[in-house]
């Protein structure tokens, strides 16, 4: 699973990418302090889910991501985080096109919990795509009609 980060504080974003890569099978292919550089970069990376910090004074999470939304075209699956965890965050981030919601200090079982969702949100994904495409027999049926029809 390849993955985005963007936060401006270096330490979390050190700490996360350390975790990710702690788990196993995580490719961190952007850790970004400015979520600017993040947005030119996000459609060149193609990760598999971004994790955003929500709190930046450059250019706070809910704009960037509305940028990767509606500029990029990138529907990736994007993960909120905040050390400013208020009641309601999480549902105010789901309502900004956010899909999950992390407070900091972040913790291994909660980040696990949402890795695999996302894991299994992809192979499901993929299991459709491949529900889609023709078998090698469907293949070799349309071949066989098209050779009776000529």
Known sequence: MKVLLVDDERLALMQLEKMLKELGNIEVVGAFLNPAEALAMAGNLQPDVVFMDIQMPQMDGYKTIAAIRNEKKIDTPVVAMTAFAMPGERKKCIT????DYLSKPLEYNQL????????YL????????????????????????????E
């Open 122 to 149: 992809e192979k499901e994904k993929k299991k459709a795509i491949k529900k889609e495409m023709p078998t090698e027999s469907q293949k070799a049926t349309v071949k066989i009609k098209r050779n009776n029809k």
């Open 96 to 99: 900004k096109d956010m899909d």
């Open 112 to 119: 696990i919990g949402i890795l695999e969702k996302f894991i």
